[in-house]
């Protein structure tokens, strides 16, 4: 049968909405992020335990004194984590993207329960959207509204769209037809039958679907950091790209605790509002423990803490105006710098976020996928990157994005890539030796991410270019998982093959072997480079001529390496900060001004 292209059909389509219809996802965009905007700045203005205990009230209300206390201690825990920031971040993403999902569900899921009509056409397009993986959906969105939170609110609601319509549908279907017959007879409008039949006996079934459409959202906030949109979906991935068990775990447990409570209280407000409900909460016999306050007393509660922490001066603390200097060139210029999790790549992130930061600049740092950070850097939502590997292992990308990208030159090289396996292997040293020991290996080499350039170049080239392809599969993964099993397999002195390069710490934590490439399969070895987006050196002449200069030797690179793998998450900047007093007249080198303020020429 012919080969169907469906995929370049979807692409061409895609091409076309972005060209035609780009000003009206500019309009989503500001609509979203001045949503998100605005509640994230109310959920983060006053001091975290005031925002708990005002959380805690509310869930005392709906819940009761048990769901209080434990709901106060849940999020304290989460602000003792050190990632409070974070989860109102999560907090308001999820929030935003519910209530345009809501907008947007309920009113087609009443249509699709009055309508057969509306049902049977809705139902493919339901399933598709719950059934199409997650991620999928990342790449339109990105494409239509750029890296950050846009992006991430739109895939977030698109696939926790489903449920709200299945379940209003659902709800308004399941309510006695007996009772909307007996409505209609006595001449009620059918607008009415709707209002004050209809969804009061459906609310409990609406409201499952809220809650539905608020856990999909909260299972979709991690698959959104990978598009920059930050909070504990972005701290997940951070962990995940270093394989920090330790972080991975706490910013877990932050989304739990989120889950927890938007669950429980979104039933409760289902209780709360359903005139059933509420009946069976009037009938019910309470402990001390199970006591709901009435609303009054609740808005008292809120009320006094508010006064308590205004009194106490606990609100966030009001901003400071810096005093200028000069070496102030920033000025407070805002830079933003994406980066890859690789070692190199968070050392000369931070670094640099360091750099600037004391020359003035206003600086932030997200981390991304490489497909995510080249799409961001060509599309100027992220001014640079430092660790675009080039010309080979990232000579994809380049050739995608190159023409919307500046080349601010090599500050390191040469790399090298290789395939890699411990020195206890024995009579395995070269890429030719793995011909003859498939099955010592399992016929399997552990990969990389699947987006990565050396994959490509690993499946297209090497294994053709010495015999391997039939007798060996390359597993794609991740980095992290890719580091996994070279700690397992070395624990157990079992026998691995992986995928590597230079430089790279796992050589120092392990005794490993570089398998030569007498053939020179995978090519001459790269140059890091920085890579910008289009005009960024014209906007910013100071920091380009800085970055164009920048050249780090090796003993630099791996000591300020192995000084943030010391300082574990969090300690990055210190441990930056820490490395350069400790090498004294790198900053005045890197990052030269003179008393004016202005770059020397002569420091260079």
């Not at 360091?354 to 600086?363: A, N, P, S, T």
């Not at 990055?572 to 202005?598: F, H, I, M, S, Y």
């Amino acid at each position: 049968m012919p080969r169907f292209h469906l995929g370049d059909r979807v692409d061409s389509g895609v091409a076309w909405l972005v060209a035609h219809l780009s000003w009206l996802f500019d309009a989503v965009k500001t609509v979203v992020e001045g949503m998100y905007d605005g509640l994230d700045a109310v959920l983060t203005f006053p001091e975290p335990l005031l925002l708990a205990g005002i959380l805690a009230v509310l869930a005392w209300w709906l819940r009761g004194l048990t769901a209080g206390i434990l709901a106060f201690a849940g999020f304290a825990l989460v602000d003792s984590l050190a990632l409070w920031d974070e989860a109102m971040s999560t907090l308001s993403l999820v929030l935003v993207a519910t209530v345009i999902a809501l907008v947007i569900s309920l009113p087609l899921g009443i249509w699709a329960a009055r309508s057969k009509a509306v049902a049977t056409a809705l139902r493919p397009v339901l399933d598709l959207l719950q059934t199409m993986p997650s991620m999928v959906l990342l790449i339109p969105a990105i494409l239509f509204f750029g890296m950050g939170v846009p992006a991430g609110v739109v895939a977030t609601l698109i696939f926790a769209l489903a449920p709200g319509v299945r379940m209003t549908e659902l709800g308004i279907r399941q309510v006695d037809a007996e009772l909307v017959e007996a409505a209609e007879a006595f001449g009620t409008r059918p607008r009415d039958v709707l209002l004050r039949v209809q969804l009061p006996l459906a609310l409990p079934t609406i409201m499952a679907g809220v809650n539905q459409v608020i856990m999909l959202g909260l299972s979709m906030v991690v698959i959104a950091g990978m598009v920059g949109t930050g909070g504990l979906g972005g701290a997940v991935n951070e962990a995940i790209g270093r394989l920090d068990i330790g972080l991975g775990f706490e910013a877990g447990l932050g989304i739990v605790v989120l889950a927890v409570y938007l669950d429980r209280m979104t039933g409760a407000l289902g209780t709360r509002i359903s005139p059933l409900g509420r009946r069976a909460a009037a009938r019910a016999r309470g402990t001390v423990w199970t006591y709901r306050p009435r609303p009054a007393v609740a808005v008292v509660g809120v009320v006094v803490l508010a006064l308590v922490a205004g009194g106490m001066n606990v609100f966030g603390p009001s901003s400071g105006t810096a005093a200028a200097s000069a070496s102030d060139v920033g000025r407070g210029k805002k830079i933003t710098i994406g980066y890859i999790p690789w070692d190199e790549g968070i050392a000369s992130t931070y670094l640099w976020k360091e750099l600037l930061e004391e020359r003035g600049f206003d600086v932030t740092t997200t981390q991304y996928a490489a497909g995510p950070l080249y799409t961001g850097v060509a599309t100027g939502q992220i001014d640079f990157q430092t660790d675009a590997w080039l010309p080979t292992t990232h000579g994809e990308y380049w050739k995608k994005y190159g023409d919307r990208l500046d080349d601010l030159g090599s500050w390191y090289g040469p790399t090298s890539l290789e395939l890699a396996v411990p020195s206890y292997v024995k009579d395995v040293d070269s890429l030719a030796d793995l011909r003859g020991h498939a099955a010592e290996f399992g016929g399997r080499i552990t990969g990389i991410e699947p987006s990565a350039g050396m994959m490509g170049l690993l499946k297209d080239k090497v294994l053709e270019r010495y015999g391997l392809d039939g007798s060996y599969t390359v597993v794609d993964g991740s980095t992290p998982a890719m580091l996994a099993e070279l700690k397992r397999a070395y624990a157990a002195k079992k026998p691995v093959v992986v995928t590597l390069w230079s430089p790279h710490w796992a050589y120092s934590d392990y005794d490993l072997k570089k398998l030569k490439d007498p053939q020179g399969a995978w090519g001459k070895g790269d140059g890091v480079h920085t890579v910008a987006r289009r005009g960024f050196a014209d906007d910013h002449p100071e920091v380009g001529e800085w970055l164009k200069d920048f050249r780090m030797t090796e003993a630099q690179l791996t000591g300020l390496e192995a000084r943030i793998q010391r300082a574990g998450k969090g300690g990055e900047q210190d441990a930056v900060r820490t490395w350069l007093k400790e090498n004294p007249g790198l900053v005045e080198k890197w990052v030269p001004v003179a008393a004016d303020g202005q770059k020397s020429r002569a420091a260079r």
